[in-house]
């Protein structure tokens, strides 16, 4: 069964990190990799506390990159379950980049993650 929306989202799960010289290309801003990583960390952490156990990623929807994310930003991931399945969760994320300076906020990147519900041998398992 696909995940079916939720009438009501899952609670949001926020995870934050200082963007360092070693996470940025030559132009100075965040390798979209980078971006990718920690939006699947973000993702796995709202569906481990919504399922309440392990989670595999098994599927990535279209990651949009609205704005570059520069060197010594505060980058803020939010991530929230919006559908559930019987084994699965999508589970959308927006990173948002904060000026240290002016406290300014930016929605850098956005995506789509649907995770799995898995056993301790890696099975799937249901989600509730």
């Known amino acids: 069964m696909p995940p079916q929306p939720l009438p009501t989202p899952g609670p949001i799960t926020r995870l ?3 963007v360092q010289p070693a996470d ?3 132009h100075g801003t965040l390798f979209g990799g980078e971006a990718m990583r ?3 960390e973000a993702a796995g952490v ?3 506390r919504y399922a309440r156990g392990l ?3 098994a599927h990535v929807d279209a990651i949009d990159f609205h704005a570059p994310v520069p060197i010594g930003v505060f980058l803020e991931a939010s991530a929230r379950v919006i559908a559930v399945g019987r084994t699965s969760m999508t589970v959308e994320v ?3 980049a904060e000026d240290r300076h002016t406290a300014a906020r930016t929605v850098t990147t956005s995506g789509r993650f649907v995770l799995v519900a898995v056993d301790a041998q890696g099975r799937p398992r249901d989600v509730r």
């Open 16 to 18: 934050g990190r200082l």
């Open 94 to 96: 927006v990173l948002e």
């Open 46 to 48: 709202a569906a481990i």
């Open 55 to 57: 989670v595999v990623t």
């Open 38 to 40: 920690f939006m699947d």
């Open 24 to 26: 940025a290309n030559e």
